[in-house]
T-cell receptor
Framework: EDKVVQSPLSLVVHEGDTVTLNCSYE??????LLWYKQEKKAPTFLFML????IEKKSGRLSSILDKKELSSILNITATQTGDSAIYLC????????????FGKGTTLSVSS | KAGVTQTPRYLIKTRGQQVTLSCSPI?????VSWYQQTPGQGLQFLFE???????NKGNFPGRFSGRQFSNSRSEMNVSTLELGDSALYLC?????????????FGPGTRLTVL
């Protein structure tokens, strides 16, 4: 059965810290991995990764996929209180069609 | 471009009733997927519609059903509601069924079953 595991489940940091969130997956015929940020509403799209080793960046956020290790990391540098949210990792495989298989998420709390 | 919209945003029902939720995708998007989010199980895939046809279905009982209209708008229906159906129901749209397409989520409908 396809599976996505995120770690840690929750994290508390101080403003200015750098954090690394982890996502590992077991899927048949992996196609893509997506990261979302969820506050008290809809998950908002951050990145989609399809090729190993290529870093995607957007401001203070970046992500890399390691297809050999079946994992991805999401880095947030110089954290701000506005980064407090649940970060969701999801993967897609042909067996699931366009369905996204989500991990349970990492709850990040940034204190001032 | 307007984002994905869902109505209603909040809903309270009692056990045994049925409910219909609505989703309007981003203009031009033809694929609509539905997810259930609960604190215990996280986000779980319900089903996907494309060109008015269900293309994919998750592991949910037959009480959960849906449909898609010619304008790509989608509805999902839950019959004979149970307490465990209380959840945030999220709709996501994407351009088509390509696996390299991002899915964009709506704000969700919060369903509470009493």
């Amino acid at each position: 059965e396809d599976k996505v595991v995120q770690s840690p489940l929750s994290l508390v940091v101080h403003e200015g810290d750098t954090v690394t969130l982890n996502c590992s997956y077991e899927v048949t015929n992996f196609r893509s991995l997506l990261w979302y940020k969820q506050e008290k509403k809809a998950p908002t799209f951050l990145f989609m990764l399809t090729s190993s080793g290529i870093e995607k960046k957007s401001g203070r956020l970046s992500s890399i996929l390691d297809k050999k290790e079946l994992s991805s990391i999401l880095n947030i540098t110089a954290t701000q209180t506005g980064d407090s949210a649940i970060y969701l990792c999801a993967v897609r495989s042909p067996q699931a069609g366009t369905a996204l298989i989500f991990g349970k998420g990492t709850t990040l709390s940034v204190s001032s | 471009k307007a984002g994905v919209t869902q109505t209603p945003r909040y809903l309270i029902k009692t056990r045994g009733q049925q409910v219909t939720l609505s989703c309007s995708p981003i203009s031009g998007h033809r694929s609509v997927s539905w997810y259930q989010q609960t604190p215990g199980q996280g986000l779980q895939f319900l089903f996907e519609y494309f060109s008015e046809t269900q293309r994919n279905k998750g592991n949910f009982p037959g009480r959960f059903s849906g449909r898609q209209f010619s304008n790509s708008r989608s509805e999902m229906n839950v019959s004979t509601l149970e307490l465990g159906d209380s959840a945030l129901y999220l709709c996501a749209s994407s351009l088509d069924r390509g696996v390299r397409n991002e899915q964009f989520f709506g704000p969700g409908t919060r369903l509470t079953v009493l």
